[in-house]
């Protein structure tokens, strides 16, 4: 009883928190687009750039500004990374890290800082830097997005990059469901690598998943509700 108590006072404090944090963006100035001008381009931005063509952006570029708008807190919205590699596929993933490795290797021998790097799923954290960083390179995972069943339906792939909405819209019209996030807006890669209160409980990211391929979840399915 007294964990279930615990629990139920975490969740109105989380509630709480949630909502003034919203009111507090909305009394924010209108957002202004010049302010998100990218630094000037080092030659690992470039090198991405030219590897994937068509997937990696800088300031003010509207993708880059639509990225960057789209954080739920506004603390991660004030940072401005260098640029912002939005992968297609797992090949593309592939191709950034190996780039961004080759940096920090050349980086590392010739006794130099190595250039800092984000991986955002949803964006929803309201840690600065947690999904976002400033003069870095951000890998945005938001086009990973696929939601699949197996043939059985007993379990469904879920892109790193999907929000927890696109998993019940796919699931809801299966009369399936998934243990998720409570909030629909949350990333399902950040959720379940970092650990949060999912809607049957506390439960860790070695419970609930299997990771079968480098850029999906596999969660196991119910029927109807868990």
Same mark, same amino acid.
């Given at each position: 009883m007294a964990m279930n108590g615990s629990a139920a006072l975490l969740g109105v404090i989380v509630i709480t928190l949630s909502f003034l944090i919203h009111r507090i963006q909305s009394a924010q100035p209108e957002f202004d687009a010049g302010k998100l001008t990218s630094a000037e381009r080092s030659t690992v931005s470039s090198a991405l750039a030219q590897a994937l063509p068509g997937s990696v952006f800088f300031g003010p570029h509207p993708v880059f500004v639509e990225? $960057?708008?789209?954080?739920? @807190?506004?603390?991660?919205?004030?940072?401005? %990374?260098?640029? $912002?590699?939005? %992968?297609?596929? @797992?090949?593309?993933v592939a191709t950034a890290v190996t780039i961004l490795k080759h940096d920090y290797d050349e980086r590392i021998s010739h006794s130099g800082s190595p250039l800092l790097l984000a991986v955002r799923s949803g964006g929803h954290s309201p840690i600065p830097g947690a999904a976002n960083i400033n003069g870095g390179i951000v890998i945005d995972l938001r086009q990973l997005n696929n939601v699949v069943t197996s043939n059985d339906r007993s379990s469904v792939a879920i892109g790193t990059g999907a929000r927890w909405l696109d998993v019940s819209q796919t699931l809801d019209r299966l009369g399936l469901a998934v243990a998720g996030g409570r909030n629909s807006a949350v990333g399902v890669g950040g959720l379940t690598l970092g650990g949060e209160y999912l809607s049957i409980g506390l439960i860790t990211s070695a419970e609930a998943v299997n990771v079968p391929e480098p850029d999906c979840l596999r969660l196991s399915l119910q029927r109807d509700r868990i």
């Amino acid at each position: 009883m007294a964990m279930n108590g615990s629990a139920a006072l975490l969740g109105v404090i989380v509630i709480t928190l949630s909502f003034l944090i919203h009111r507090i963006q909305s009394a924010q100035p209108e957002f202004d687009a010049g302010k998100l001008t990218s630094a000037e381009r080092s030659t690992v931005s470039s090198a991405l750039a030219q590897a994937l063509p068509g997937s990696v952006f800088f300031g003010p570029h509207p993708v880059f500004v639509e990225s $960057i708008q789209s954080y739920w @807190a506004m603390q991660e919205r004030d940072i401005v %990374p260098q640029c $912002i590699v939005r %992968p297609r596929t @797992a090949e593309e993933v592939a191709t950034a890290v190996t780039i961004l490795k080759h940096d920090y290797d050349e980086r590392i021998s010739h006794s130099g800082s190595p250039l800092l790097l984000a991986v955002r799923s949803g964006g929803h954290s309201p840690i600065p830097g947690a999904a976002n960083i400033n003069g870095g390179i951000v890998i945005d995972l938001r086009q990973l997005n696929n939601v699949v069943t197996s043939n059985d339906r007993s379990s469904v792939a879920i892109g790193t990059g999907a929000r927890w909405l696109d998993v019940s819209q796919t699931l809801d019209r299966l009369g399936l469901a998934v243990a998720g996030g409570r909030n629909s807006a949350v990333g399902v890669g950040g959720l379940t690598l970092g650990g949060e209160y999912l809607s049957i409980g506390l439960i860790t990211s070695a419970e609930a998943v299997n990771v079968p391929e480098p850029d999906c979840l596999r969660l196991s399915l119910q029927r109807d509700r868990i």
